[in-house]
C-alpha cells in the first residue's frame, strides 16, 4: 500500500495545514494515484470503491484550483443519491476550510425548488447535486454551468443503473468543452466505458485494487434453499445478534417480503428500495444511522451512498451476479480499523455465481452448516434507541442544543440516554435510549421546547 504524505503534493502551507488539522496525514492508495493525474489537469477514470477515500481525492484537486473571489459555479459534482451528495458537500467544506468566503451548495430532488433557486442568486463556487435536479435548474435557467473548470461524476455507475444517463449527456452538454472531467466508478463495466467515452478527453485510468483485507472481514457462507432463505436470515439474526446488520436481496419485491416476515419474527427491520419517497427514505435512513432499526434490507442501487460508520454484519441473502458488486457489499463493514462479518446465503443454483467470487478472490469461500446457528436464550433482538419525531425544525428555530437542552434539563433525563439528533426544515428526529424514551415523551409532551409546545409521535423499524 502506498503510503505518501499529502505534504509530498504541491498544496499550499495554509492547505497542507488544514489537511494535517483534519487528520489527513498518509494519503490512501487511491489519492496517491489520483492526485498528481488531477493536480496536472488531467482528465481521470478511477475505479475505486466507497470508503477509499475518493471524495477528498476530487476534493482537494476541486479547492486546488478555486478561485474564491471569482463568485462563479467552478466545479460541479454529480451524484447519484441525495444522501450521498449530502455527504460530499459536508467533506467539501471540511476540506475548504483554510479558504475564506468558498460557497458550496446542495442541490438534490425531494426538497423545495425556492430556497435552491435563492441560493444560486447569491452565487456559488462549487455546486454538488444529483442528475435529475440539476436538470431541473438548466431547464429553469436558475444554473449556469458556463464557467465550470472541472466535472465530476461520483459512483458513475450507480447514476447509470438509476436512469441518469441523458440526464448526465445534457449537463455535461451544458459545461464548456475546455474543461476537467474526473469520473469515480465502483464498477467500470463496458457499457460505462463506452458512454463515458464521449465526456472525457484522453483519461488517465487507474483502478484500486478492490479486493478487501481479508484479516478484516471474515466471510461466511451458508447453503440453503430458494424458499428458506427469508426463514435464514431470520436463524442469523438470533445467532449473531447485531446491532446493526445491512441486508442485500437483488429485487425490491424480496426487500418488501423479507422485511414483512422479519417483522412477524419480532425482530426490527425496515426496507430501503428505489420508488420510495424522499421524504420516506431520510426516515428510514435516519432510523438505521441513530440505532433504532437493527436490519436494514435493500437493493444494491438504493444502498448507494449510504454512510454509515459503524456496521456489524452484512448479509448477503442473495448472491450477486457481479463480483465487484459482491466484494463492494461486503466492504461496507469492517470500516476504518474496525473489523466485520458477512455472511451470504446460497442456494444450490447460486453456487455458478459463488465460483466467480473465488476466481476473483483467487481463493475458496468457507461454508458453514446452517447446525451451526444457533438461537440465543436471552430476550428478542430489540434496537437499543427509538426514534422521537418532532413537528418542528429550522424554520422554528430549533436547534440539536434546544432538544438536548428540554431533555435534560425540564425532562430530567441523564445525557448519555440521548443519541443523535437530526433537525430539518420543518421535522426534528432524536434517538432516545429505549429505557427512558416513553419518560422523555411524557415530560416533553407537557412541558416546552424555546416556550414552545410541538407535537410528537415515536416511529420504529
Known amino acids: 500500500m502506498n503510503t505518501a504524505p499529502f505534504s509530498s503534493l504541491a498544496l499550499s502551507d495554509a492547505f497542507l495545514g488544514n489537511l494535517d488539522s483534519l487528520g489527513y496525514h498518509q494519503m490512501t492508495p487511491i489519492q496517491a494515484q489520483a492526485l498528481p493525474v488531477i493536480l496536472d489537469g488531467h482528465d481521470l477514470i478511477a475505479q475505486a470503491k466507497t ?14 484550483a478555486l478561485n474564491p473571489r471569482f463568485f462563479g459555479i467552478q466545479a460541479l459534482v454529480l451524484c447519484p443519491t441525495r444522501e450521498l451528495a449530502d455527504q460530499v458537500a459536508k467533506e467539501l467544506r471540511r476540506l475548504a476550510r483554510h479558504i475564506d468566503n468558498v460557497k458550496i451548495i446542495t442541490l438534490c430532488g425531494g426538497t423545495p425548488m425556492g430556497p435552491q433557486i435563492g441560493s444560486l442568486e447569491h452565487g456559488a463556487h462549487i455546486v454538488v447535486g444529483t442528475p435529475g435536479r440539476i436538470r431541473d435548474h438548466l431547464g429553469r435557467g436558475t444554473v449556469d454551468l458556463s464557467t465550470i473548470s472541472t466535472l465530476v461524476l461520483d459512483e458513475a455507475d450507480r447514476m447509470v443503473d438509476m436512469g441518469f444517463y441523458e440526464d448526465i449527456m445534457g449537463i455535461a452538454s451544458a459545461c464548456p468543452k475546455k474543461r476537467q472531467t474526473l469520473l469515480f466508478s ?18 488517465v485510468e487507474i483502478k484500486v485494487e478492490s479486493l478487501h483485507d481479508a484479516s478484516k472481514i471474515e466471510q461466511r457462507f451458508y447453503e440453503v434453499e430458494h424458499e428458506d432463505r427469508n426463514a435464514t436470515v431470520a436463524m442469523l439474526l438470533d445467532h449473531y445478534r447485531p446491532k446493526s446488520a445491512l441486508a442485500f436481496c437483488n429485487t425490491k419485491i424480496h426487500c418488501r417480503e423479507l422485511v414483512d416476515e422479519l417483522r412477524e419474527r419480532g425482530f426490527s427491520a425496515l426496507a430501503l428500495y428505489g420508488d420510495l419517497e424522499q421524504r420516506d427514505r431520510d426516515e428510514i435512513l435516519l432510523q438505521f ?12 442501487v438504493a444502498a448507494r451512498g449510504l454512510d454509515i460508520t459503524t456496521l456489524d454484519y452484512v448479509i448477503n441473502v442473495d448472491v450477486s451476479r457481479d463480483t465487484e458488486i459482491h466484494i463492494h457489499r461486503i466492504g461496507r463493514t469492517a470500516r476504518g480499523q474496525q473489523r466485520g462479518l458477512a455472511l451470504s446465503l446460497a442456494s444450490p443454483q447460486e453456487k455458478k455465481w459463488v465460483k466467480l467470487i473465488e476466481e476473483y478472490q483467487g481463493g475458496p469461500v468457507r461454508w458453514f452448516g446452517l447446525e ?25 428555530k430549533l436547534r440539536p442544543g434546544d432538544l438536548l437542552g428540554a431533555l435534560t434539563g425540564d425532562a430530567g433525563i441523564s445525557g448519555e440516554f440521548v443519541g443523535k439528533i437530526n433537525v430539518f426544515d420543518h421535522m426534528t428526529y432524536v434517538a432516545l435510549d429505549r429505557k427512558i424514551a416513553d419518560k422523555a415523551f411524557k415530560r416533553l409532551e407537557h412541558g416546552k421546547i424555546k416556550g414552545r409546545a410541538f407535537k410528537m409521535r415515536f416511529i420504529e423499524g
Open 372 to 396: 451451526t446457528l444457533t438461537p440465543a436464550s436471552e430476550a428478542p433482538l430489540l434496537p437499543q434507541m427509538v426514534t422521537l419525531c418532532i413537528a418542528g425544525g429550522k424554520k422554528d
Open 289 to 300: 444511522a441513530n440505532g433504532s432499526c437493527t436490519v436494514l434490507v435493500a437493493t444494491d
Open 51 to 64: 470508503g477509499s477515500g475518493k471524495t477528498a481525492a476530487f476534493g482537494i484537486g476541486i479547492l486546488n
Open 186 to 203: 465502483a464498477t467500470y463495466p463496458d457499457t460505462i466505458r463506452k458512454e463515458s467515452a464521449r465526456l472525457l478527453r484522453l483519461p
